[in-house]
C-alpha cells in the first residue's frame, strides 16, 4: 500500500491513520487508538524496528508491519 | 511383566519412572525424590536429569546400553491448554550430544497414565518389535508386517491390532535404518530434531504403545480450572492470531523480505519464487483445513491439499501440515519454487519419518557440492523438485548416495573432503534452521551456543535482532544476555510443558507459571526459582555434553557465515571476533568459564550433581 506524505515524511500514527482508512479491517486487528497494538512490530526498511507512533518515516521509505510473535 | 510401585504419588506427578530394557524385557519402576521433580520439572528439564542419573552421555547413541526417555511433566493431564505434550530425551546419533524434542498430543496424555512421569527404553530387541506399557505391565512384542510401514500406516495398523486406546510413538522406514536425522512420530507430529528415531530403530523397537488409567491429582484444582479458563480465552486473542490464521509459515515473506530466508543452502536471503510457497498465496489456490493437538485451543495446524489429483484415482490428493521450517528447508534452501513439490517432499518426510530441517539442509548441501564439481551427482540440482523427491526416498531407504546423506551434511562434507565443511549448514551436526544467521545475528549467537545444535527451538534469540532499537546485522555483546533470557523461558515451557506459541499471552511469563505450577503441584513456587530452574536446566545440558565429549570449537557457526556475505546483501556477513566475544559474555551470563567449561562448584550451587564424570 501507498501512503502519501509531505517533504519532511510523515509521523507512523498517520500511516497508521491513512492505512485504516484504506483497509478498515487493519484497524481491529493491528492498531489501539492509533497505535500499533502490542502484538504487532513495524520496521522501516527492514532495518529498523519501532513501536513508538510519532516515529517519522522518510519519503522513499518502506513500512513493514508483522506480528511480533515472529518465528515458530 | 508386572512392575512393583516403589514410590508414592505427588500432587501432578508420579514421583517414579519405568525403566524397560528390550533386550532382556527387564522392567524396573525406579523412583524419582521430589525435590528432584521440583528441581528439573518435567518434559526437557526431567529428561535431562534423569539420562544424567542413567550416565548415559558416555554410551554410543546407538549401541544397547544408549538409552531413550519418553518424558511427561505435572501439567500434562490438566485442563492448561497447549499441555498435551511429552519430551523424547536421548543422546543424538547425528551430533553425539544430548537431543531432547517434543511432540505433541494424546500420547502424552495416555502415556502419564499408565502410571510414571517417565519411560526409559535401554537394550536391543531380538527382532522388530513393539513395546506396550499399560498401567503396571510391559509387554515386548515381535512384529510382523509392520517394519517397512510408513508413520501414519504403522498407527493405522496398530490402532487396528491392539484397539483405539492405545497411543503409539512410531517409527518409520528412517528410523528402522538409523537415518542419523529419524523422527518420531505420533498423531502426525514429529518428535523431529536430533535422530531419536535412529535411536529407537538401533533397538529394534518400531513403536511405543502407552495406555493407562492413573491420572495424578491436582493441589488446588477449583483455581487451576478457573486459571485455564483464563489461558484459554487469551489463547484465542492477537497474540496469538498469526497461528490461527496462517500458522508458522508467516514468517516465510517477513523473512524475505528481511534478507533472511536462507535460500540456496545459505547463499542468499531472499528467493524470488517465495510468494508461490506462501500460504497467503496457498490460501486462495488450494484446499486448506486446520487441526490442532489434544487439549489445544489455539489451532496452529494448516493443512494444505496438492493442485492435483491422484493420477490413479482421481481423488483429491490428502493433505499436508506445512509448516514454516518445511516450506524453507524443502523449498528456497534447495530452490524448490513449486508448491506441489514442497507439500510432496513434507509427507515425503512425514511417511518415511525424517527430520525436514535436517533433511532439506543434507540436501541442499549436497546440491552445492555437485554444482561445484564436487560430488559426482549429476541428477541432484537446485530447483529441482523431482530430484529431492528421489534425494529424500533414497535418504529414506539409505539407498544409493542416499546412504551418504542419511549421515547428515556434516558427516557427508567429512566423507567429500574439499574443504566442504566451511559450507555445510551445521551446528554440532544439527542442521541450521530458516534463519539467516548473518541477518538475524543474535540468532547466530543462539544457533552457535545451543546444547542441541542450531536450533530455534531452544533459542528464539530471533526477537532480540527484531526488537526495537536492534541492529540485527551487527552482534552486540550485550546481546548474549538477551539471547541467554530466551532460552530460559524455553528450558521452562519445555519443562513444565507448555506450548511456546502460547509465550504471548503471558503478562508475567515466570510469575504466571509458577502460579500455575503450584496449583498443580502445591509446591510453594515463585518467579524467581523457576528463573534458577531455567538456569539449572540450560547448564544441566551443557553438563551432559561436556560429560559427551564438548569442546569449545564447537560452538561457533559455518565459516561460510564469517567469510561470505550473502550474495544478495553485501551487508550481512558476520565477525567471527564479534561472535567469538558475545559467546563468551554468553558464558559469563550462565556461570560459566570464558571458554564454557562448568566449575564443580557452580553445579553444586545448582543442584546438579557433578559425582559421575569431570572436567577435563
Same mark, same amino acid.
Given at each position: 500500500?501507498?501512503?502519501?506524505?509531505?517533504?519532511?515524511?510523515?509521523?507512523?500514527?498517520?500511516?497508521?491513520?491513512?492505512?485504516?482508512?484504506?483497509?478498515?479491517?487493519?484497524?481491529?486487528?493491528?492498531?489501539?487508538?492509533?497505535?500499533?497494538?502490542?502484538?504487532?512490530?513495524?520496521?522501516?526498511?527492514?532495518?529498523?524496528?519501532?513501536?513508538?507512533?510519532?516515529?517519522?518515516?522518510?519519503?522513499?521509505?518502506?513500512?513493514?508491519?508483522?506480528?511480533?510473535?515472529? &518465528?515458530? | 511383566?508386572?512392575?512393583?510401585?516403589?514410590?508414592?504419588?505427588?500432587?501432578?506427578?508420579?514421583?517414579?519412572?519405568?525403566?524397560?530394557?528390550?533386550?532382556?524385557?527387564?522392567?524396573?519402576?525406579?523412583?524419582?525424590?521430589?525435590?528432584?521433580?521440583?528441581?528439573?520439572? &518435567?518434559?526437557?528439564?526431567?529428561?535431562?536429569?534423569?539420562?544424567?542419573?542413567?550416565?548415559?552421555?558416555?554410551?554410543?547413541?546407538?549401541?544397547?546400553?544408549?538409552?531413550?526417555?519418553?518424558?511427561?511433566?505435572?501439567?500434562?493431564?490438566?485442563?492448561?491448554?497447549?499441555?498435551?505434550?511429552?519430551?523424547?530425551?536421548?543422546?543424538?546419533?547425528?551430533?553425539?550430544?544430548?537431543?531432547?524434542?517434543?511432540?505433541?498430543?494424546?500420547?502424552?496424555?495416555?502415556?502419564?497414565?499408565? &502410571?510414571?512421569?517417565?519411560?526409559?527404553?535401554?537394550?536391543?530387541?531380538?527382532?522388530?518389535?513393539?513395546?506396550?506399557?499399560?498401567?503396571?505391565?510391559?509387554?515386548?512384542?515381535?512384529?510382523?508386517?509392520?517394519?517397512?510401514?510408513?508413520?501414519?500406516?504403522?498407527?493405522?495398523?496398530?490402532?487396528?491390532?491392539?484397539?483405539?486406546?492405545?497411543?503409539?510413538?512410531?517409527?518409520?522406514?528412517?528410523?528402522?535404518?538409523?537415518?542419523?536425522?529419524?523422527?518420531?512420530?505420533?498423531?502426525?507430529?514429529?518428535?523431529?530434531?536430533?535422530?531419536?528415531?535412529?535411536?529407537?530403530?538401533?533397538?529394534?523397537?518400531?513403536?511405543?504403545?502407552?495406555?493407562?488409567?492413573?491420572?495424578?491429582?491436582?493441589?488446588?484444582?477449583?483455581?487451576?480450572?478457573?486459571?485455564?479458563?483464563?489461558?484459554?480465552?487469551?489463547?484465542?486473542?492477537?497474540?496469538?492470531?498469526?497461528?490461527?490464521?496462517?500458522?508458522?509459515?508467516?514468517?516465510?515473506?517477513?523473512?524475505?523480505?528481511?534478507?533472511?530466508?536462507?535460500?540456496?543452502?545459505?547463499?542468499?536471503?531472499?528467493?524470488?519464487?517465495?510468494?508461490?510457497?506462501?500460504?497467503?498465496?496457498?490460501?486462495?489456490?488450494?484446499?486448506?483445513?486446520?487441526?490442532?493437538?489434544?487439549?489445544?485451543?489455539?489451532?496452529?495446524?494448516?493443512?494444505?491439499?496438492?493442485?492435483?489429483?491422484?493420477?490413479?484415482?482421481?481423488?483429491?490428493?490428502?493433505?499436508?501440515?506445512?509448516?514454516?521450517?518445511?516450506?524453507?528447508?524443502?523449498?528456497?534452501?534447495?530452490?524448490?519454487?513449486?508448491?506441489?513439490?514442497?507439500?510432496?517432499?513434507?509427507?515425503?518426510?512425514?511417511?518415511?519419518?525424517?527430520?525436514?530441517?535436517?533433511?532439506?539442509?543434507?540436501?541442499?548441501?549436497?546440491?552445492?557440492?555437485?554444482?561445484?564439481?564436487?560430488?559426482?551427482?549429476?541428477?541432484?540440482?537446485?530447483?529441482?523438485?523431482?530430484?529431492?523427491?528421489?534425494?529424500?526416498?533414497?535418504?529414506?531407504?539409505?539407498?544409493?548416495?542416499?546412504?551418504?546423506?542419511?549421515?547428515?551434511?556434516?558427516?557427508?562434507?567429512?566423507?567429500?573432503?574439499?574443504?566442504?565443511?566451511?559450507?555445510?549448514?551445521?551446528?554440532?551436526?544439527?542442521?541450521?534452521?530458516?534463519?539467516?544467521?548473518?541477518?538475524?545475528?543474535?540468532?547466530?549467537?543462539?544457533?552457535?551456543?545451543?546444547?542441541?545444535?542450531?536450533?530455534?527451538?531452544?533459542?528464539?534469540?530471533?526477537?532480540?535482532?527484531?526488537?526495537?532499537?536492534?541492529?540485527?546485522?551487527?552482534?552486540?555483546?550485550?546481546?548474549?544476555?538477551?539471547?541467554?533470557?530466551?532460552?530460559?523461558?524455553?528450558?521452562?515451557?519445555?519443562?513444565?510443558?507448555?506450548?511456546?506459541?502460547?509465550?504471548?499471552?503471558?503478562?508475567?511469563?515466570?510469575?504466571?507459571?509458577?502460579?500455575?505450577?503450584?496449583?498443580?503441584?502445591?509446591?510453594?513456587?515463585?518467579?524467581?526459582?523457576?528463573?534458577?530452574?531455567?538456569?539449572?536446566?540450560?547448564?544441566?545440558?551443557?553438563?551432559?555434553?561436556?560429560?559427551? &565429549?564438548?569442546?569449545?570449537?564447537?560452538?561457533?557457526?559455518?565459516?561460510?557465515?564469517?567469510?561470505?556475505?550473502?550474495?544478495?546483501?553485501?551487508?550481512?556477513?558476520?565477525?567471527?571476533?564479534?561472535?567469538?566475544?558475545?559467546?563468551?559474555?554468553?558464558?559469563?551470563?550462565?556461570?560459566?568459564?570464558?571458554?564454557?567449561?562448568?566449575?564443580?562448584?557452580?553445579?553444586?550451587?545448582?543442584?546438579?550433581?557433578?559425582?559421575?564424570?569431570?572436567?577435563?
Amino acid at each position: 500500500m501507498c501512503v502519501t506524505a509531505g517533504p519532511e515524511g510523515i509521523r507512523l500514527c498517520d500511516i497508521f491513520a491513512q492505512l485504516t482508512r484504506q483497509s478498515p479491517g487493519l484497524a481491529d486487528a493491528c492498531f489501539d487508538q492509533g497505535a500499533l497494538r502490542t502484538e504487532y512490530l513495524a520496521s522501516i526498511d527492514g532495518e529498523t524496528f519501532v513501536t513508538d507512533s510519532q516515529v517519522m518515516v522518510l519519503p522513499g521509505q518502506s513500512l513493514l508491519l508483522f506480528s511480533a510473535d515472529a &518465528g515458530g | 511383566m508386572t512392575v512393583e510401585d516403589t514410590s508414592e504419588s505427588a500432587f501432578g506427578n508420579h514421583g517414579r519412572y519405568l525403566r524397560i530394557d528390550v533386550g532382556s524385557s527387564a522392567t524396573r519402576s525406579e523412583p524419582i525424590d521430589e525435590q528432584e521433580l521440583r528441581k528439573f520439572l &518435567g518434559g526437557s528439564g526431567l529428561g535431562t536429569y534423569l539420562l544424567l542419573r542413567e550416565n548415559a552421555a558416555e554410551i554410543d547413541p546407538l549401541a544397547p546400553e544408549a538409552i531413550l526417555a519418553f518424558v511427561f511433566s505435572p501439567l500434562v493431564g490438566s485442563p492448561l491448554t497447549t499441555s498435551a505434550k511429552f519430551a523424547v530425551v536421548s543422546k543424538s546419533p547425528l551430533t553425539n550430544r544430548l537431543n531432547d524434542s517434543l511432540a505433541s498430543s494424546r500420547f502424552a496424555l495416555a502415556g502419564k497414565k499408565t &502410571g510414571y512421569d517417565a519411560i526409559l527404553i535401554t537394550g536391543k530387541a531380538a527382532r522388530p518389535s513393539v513395546v506396550l506399557v499399560t498401567d503396571d505391565q510391559v509387554r515386548v512384542e515381535p512384529v510382523d508386517g509392520l517394519w517397512g510401514r510408513s508413520c501414519p500406516d504403522t498407527e493405522q495398523l496398530l490402532r487396528q491390532r491392539y484397539g483405539p486406546d492405545f497411543q503409539a510413538a512410531v517409527i518409520g522406514p528412517a528410523g528402522e535404518k538409523q537415518v542419523r536425522y529419524a523422527t518420531i512420530s505420533h498423531d502426525g507430529r514429529h518428535a523431529g530434531r536430533g535422530g531419536s528415531g535412529a535411536v529407537l530403530g538401533s533397538k529394534n523397537i518400531k513403536a511405543v504403545l502407552v495406555q493407562g488409567s492413573q491420572r495424578t491429582t491436582w493441589s488446588q484444582p477449583g483455581q487451576l480450572v478457573e486459571r485455564a479458563k483464563e489461558l484459554s480465552e487469551k489463547s484465542f486473542g492477537p497474540a496469538t492470531a498469526k497461528y490461527r490464521e496462517l500458522g508458522t509459515a508467516a514468517n516465510l515473506l517477513l523473512l524475505n523480505r528481511l534478507n533472511a530466508l536462507p535460500t540456496r543452502n545459505f547463499r542468499q536471503g531472499s528467493f524470488d519464487e517465495a510468494v508461490e510457497l506462501s500460504p497467503e498465496k496457498m490460501n486462495v489456490t488450494r484446499d486448506k483445513t486446520r487441526a490442532s493437538c489434544a487439549a489445544c485451543t489455539i489451532g496452529c495446524e494448516h493443512i494444505y491439499g496438492l493442485s492435483t489429483k491422484d493420477a490413479a484415482t482421481g481423488e483429491k490428493r490428502q493433505g499436508t501440515r506445512l509448516e514454516y521450517e518445511n516450506l524453507f528447508a524443502l523449498g528456497s534452501l534447495c530452490g524448490i519454487g513449486d508448491a506441489d513439490y514442497v507439500l510432496k517432499a513434507s509427507r515425503l518426510c512425514d511417511e518415511l519419518g525424517l527430520d525436514t530441517i535436517s533433511a532439506g539442509g543434507t540436501i541442499a548441501f549436497a546440491m552445492e557440492c555437485v554444482e561445484r564439481g564436487l560430488w559426482d551427482v549429476p541428477w541432484l540440482q537446485f530447483g529441482d523438485g523431482e530430484a529431492l523427491l528421489k534425494a529424500i526416498t533414497w535418504i529414506g531407504q539409505r539407498q544409493d548416495v542416499g546412504d551418504s546423506m542419511a549421515e547428515g551434511s556434516r558427516r557427508l562434507a567429512e566423507e567429500i573432503g574439499h574443504d566442504t565443511m566451511r559450507f555445510a549448514p551445521q551446528v554440532k551436526g544439527l542442521e541450521i534452521p530458516g534463519y539467516e544467521p548473518r541477518a538475524l545475528q543474535t540468532m547466530g549467537l543462539g544457533f552457535a551456543v545451543a546444547s542441541r545444535g542450531a536450533d530455534h527451538n531452544r533459542s528464539s534469540a530471533y526477537e532480540i535482532d527484531i526488537a526495537e532499537g536492534s541492529q540485527r546485522h551487527h552482534l552486540q555483546p550485550d546481546a548474549a544476555t538477551g539471547a541467554a533470557e530466551t532460552e530460559n523461558r524455553a528450558a521452562i515451557m519445555d519443562s513444565l510443558i507448555l506450548c511456546k506459541f502460547l509465550r504471548g499471552v503471558f503478562e508475567n511469563f515466570y510469575q504466571e507459571s509458577a502460579e500455575m505450577l503450584e496449583m498443580v503441584t502445591g509446591w510453594k513456587v515463585n518467579a524467581e526459582e523457576l528463573k534458577e530452574t531455567a538456569q539449572r536446566i540450560v547448564t544441566a545440558r551443557k553438563w551432559f555434553n561436556i560429560r559427551a &565429549g564438548w569442546q569449545p570449537a564447537e560452538d561457533t557457526l559455518p565459516d561460510r557465515f564469517f567469510s561470505e556475505s550473502l550474495a544478495d546483501d553485501d551487508r550481512a556477513r558476520m565477525s567471527r571476533a564479534d561472535l567469538q566475544e558475545s559467546i563468551r559474555a554468553y558464558y559469563r551470563h550462565r556461570g560459566w568459564s570464558d571458554d564454557g567449561w562448568i566449575q564443580e562448584d557452580h553445579l553444586q550451587r545448582l543442584g546438579i550433581d557433578p559425582s559421575q564424570g569431570q572436567n577435563p
